[in-house]
């Protein structure tokens, strides 16, 4: 088994977004898989989605100055970035992602192993009814022995909730949205607009003063938004009161954002909501296809609202096949299209094993930075309103043939083994510790000038 080198796999990153790889004469890399344990190569999707993001920006940093620099990531610190929720701390003192007690994997009737995701409260409330039991493990599973796995994912998303038969990778191929999936490539940048050029003026960082609207939640939109504000960008964080979140997700992924509350089933909130878009940039948001243009707030709404946008568009499954519409996490993805199984069979197990890190999440989420500042290139050279798309599933199919490794041997790295990899700031939480950004660049390091702080801190005005 063997992974592609990293620097094939970035060479088709670049590929994708219709660039050149002149740029990889600017970059270093170190390290080798494996690094974390699993079959699959964490590692290099790490890496490479990683710096293919630092690498755009050091395109916009040379659009803005004339200047190359330098870039380098190491794969194992980019591997612990993929993990970073995991390694933080406030106040010197862990703080345990918030996991329901149903949540996880369950045998069906026919035999079938399926995921539940109740870690949000009207997920956890809506299962229970349709299951019929109370909020019990033991219960659940008797409940569950009457269903058959793939009737429950099918019952499940009709009810707007999370769950997913486990699959192995063939049974994912002939699956319609696996096919679906397949068909797409990993992300799209589709021009929606004209608009006239915006060239990039002289600057100390290479974002800085693009101002970028965040409607996302959980991990995938929100690493999107923190790398955008690592070089550099206004990033403003648009939730509400009555939106779920998980505590510590929210902390680690609000590095360099503002953040501010909007519940956009009024009026005056989404009047507020255009009027940051009116100055802004970038558009990045985490619904269902077709979800938030039911506000208003669709790719055309937002090119015409502001011409010159960048609407990034994220979801779970793709926005082609069945499933298009349906909610999902990465744990679920995981679980649905194969990788759980797959896993378990090299480290000779029979339940579905999940990879050591949200590698779906991570990787989505740097691939959007990448694909968006390749966007803001392209506007600063020949304008136009722009289009970003990738989804968790999209991200899967190509992380599943970047190959494989043999890393079921590889310990689980732990807090103090990775503490190189961590730093100290301030925030409204109180003292943090989190990874830092893993990209090293010579001539603009990536940092985060504001501190993560609590949802609707800051009111719906970008800052003068």
Excluded at 73 to 94: C, K, N, T, W
Excluded at 219 to 230: D, E, F, K, M, S
Excluded at 332 to 359: I, K, M, Y
Aim: proline share 6%; charged share 20%.
């Amino acid at each position: 088994m063997s992974a592609l080198p990293t620097k094939i796999v970035l060479a088709d990153l670049l590929r994708t977004a219709g660039l050149g790889e002149q740029a990889l004469g600017d970059l270093t890399l170190t390290g080798s898989e494996p690094v974390l344990p699993s079959s699959f190569a964490v590692g290099t999707a790490a890496q490479a989605t990683i710096a293919a993001s630092a690498l755009a920006a050091a395109e916009l940093w040379r659009l803005r100055s004339g200047k190359r620099q330098h870039v380098s990531v190491d794969m194992r610190h980019a591997a612990i970035e993929f993990r970073s929720e995991r390694y933080l701390q406030i106040d010197g003192a862990p703080y345990e992602e918030y996991h329901d007690d149903i949540a996880g994997l369950y045998r069906c009737g026919d035999g079938r192993w399926v995921r539940l995701h109740t870690n949000l409260p009207h997920h956890c409330s809506g299962l229970l009814a349709l299951l019929q039991c109370p909020h019990d493990k033991a219960a659940v599973q008797r409940a569950l022995a009457g269903w058959q796995g793939e009737a429950l994912e099918t019952a499940a998303a009709e009810a707007g909730l999370v769950v997913t038969a486990c699959r192995t990778f063939d049974e994912w191929d002939r699956h319609p949205q696996g096919r679906a999936v397949a068909s797409l490539p990993l992300f799209s940048i589709e021009r929606i607009g004209d608009a006239p050029a915006e060239p990039l003026a002289a600057a100390e960082r290479p974002l800085s003063g693009i101002k970028v609207v965040d409607l996302t939640r959980i991990i995938a939109g929100p690493v999107c938004g923190r790398t955008l504000a690592a070089h550099g960008a206004d990033v403003m964080l648009v939730t509400a009161s009555h939106l779920p979140s998980l505590y510590p997700l929210v902390v680690d992924t609000g590095r360099g954002k503002m953040s501010t509350a909007l519940d956009l089933r009024q009026p005056d909130a989404r009047e507020a909501l255009a009027a940051l878009v009116r100055d802004a940039d970038v558009f990045v948001q985490g619904y269902r296809p077709g979800a938030i243009a039911g506000h208003g707030f669709g790719p055309q709404d937002m090119a015409r609202l502001r011409p010159g946008i960048i609407y990034v568009s994220l979801c779970a499954y793709g926005h082609e096949g069945p499933w298009a519409k349906r909610r999902g996490f990465d744990s679920l993805v995981q679980t649905a299209s194969g990788l759980n199984h797959a896993e378990a069979q090299a480290f000779g197990q029979s339940e579905p094993r999940a990879l050591p890190a949200q590698e779906l999440d991570h990787a989505t989420g740097y691939l959007l930075a990448f694909a968006t500042m390749t966007a803001l290139a392209r506007r600063a050279k020949e304008g136009g309103s722009w289009h970003v798309r990738c989804s968790l599933a999209q991200t899967c199919h190509w992380f599943r043939h970047l190959g494989r490794i043999d890393g079921t041997s590889c310990p689980e790295p732990k807090f103090e083994e990775v503490r190189d990899y961590l730093e100290d700031s301030a925030s409204g939480f109180g003292r943090l510790t989190a990874v830092r950004h893993c990209a090293v660049m010579s001539e603009t390091p990536p940092r985060w000038a504001r501190p993560s702080v609590p949802l609707g801190t800051h009111p719906p005005a970008w800052p003068q």
